[in-house]
Structures are given as C-alpha cells and as structure tokens.
C-alpha cells in the first residue's frame, strides 16, 4: 500500500548525533550517549514542550536522530529551558567532554513549510509517524500533486 504523511501547519526537522572520536575514551562518550535518553522521556511526557516523533540511527561510530518539532519556538524554547534535562546535559558536555575531542556532537535545523512524502509497504515510519498516514489516492497519485496539498 502506498501512503503520505499529513501534519498541519509548518513544523521543524532537527538533525542531531553524536560521533565517536576514540573509542577507548568511553568516561568522555558514554555521558553524552546517554544523555538523550531522559531528554527524549521529559519530552513524550509531556506534549506541550512540542516535539512531535523521532527516529533513531546508528552507522559505526556516528548516530543520528531525526526530530520533528511542532514549531522553532518550541524547540529553542525546550533548548534554553534550565529547568529541563537539555540544559544541564549541555553543560555537563562542555564542561567534560568538550576538549578532549573524544566525542562530537551536532545537530541542523530546518523550519518546513512544503513537504513531499511516499511510504510503500510500511509501518509508520518518520514524519508519517509523527504527523498522520493517508492513502496517496486522497492526495493525489504523483508526487507533485502531493506537494501541491501542503504549499
């Protein structure tokens, strides 16, 4: 079955990882590793902080997590938030895992406003997890009839 993701409105994609420099280093990596873990639970709790879904990636020495955010507002918002398990991670990095180089972290923000989707024999998967699923017949049967509906 061929499907689309629908969401309304304008969202967020976040890109964020982390990159093994030296593997040996583990006291400066492991800490950094396992700080999205209680980031990611804080968040489902509780809508209102607006992420909406995320998926997971590994490759090697290098992860990669896709996010998809409700609005730019919303994640800065969580990001400067003091009271919220972000920001004593990111401080708690800088201050020991920083210049050791052993680990690196990045992310890329991108605000979307026109989209285009296809899933074909898929369980929900990304953005048509975060947002909902629909058959392509009611959105149209080409790609750009279906990035046609969302601009």
């Known amino acids: 079955m061929r499907q689309s993701a629908r969401i309304d409105g304008d969202f967020v994609v976040f ?6 420099n030296r593997f ?11 700080a999205m873990t209680p980031m990611l639970k804080e968040l489902q709790v509780d809508p209102a ?3 909406l879904g995320f998926e997971n990636f590994f490759n090697g020495r290098t992860t990669l997590m896709v996010q998809y955010w409700r609005s730019m507002d919303h994640l800065l918002a969580y990001a400067k938030n003091r009271d919220a398990n972000h920001w004593p991670a990111w401080q708690r990095f800088f201050r020991e895992a920083y210049r050791s180089e052993a680990v690196g972290i990045w992310h890329e923000t991108y605000a979307v ?3 285009e989707t296809v899933y074909v024999n898929m369980p929900p998967f990304g953005l048509g997890r975060a947002g909902e699923l629909a058959p392509t017949t009611k959105l149209g049967d080409r790609s750009a009839e279906r990035f046609a ?3």
């Open 49 to 51: 902080h607006g992420l």
């Open 113 to 115: 406003s026109g989209y």
């Open 24 to 34: 040996r280093a583990l006291r400066k990596w492991l800490p950094v590793a396992r």
């Open 15 to 20: 890109l964020v990882g982390m990159r093994i």
């Open 149 to 151: 509906v969302r601009n």
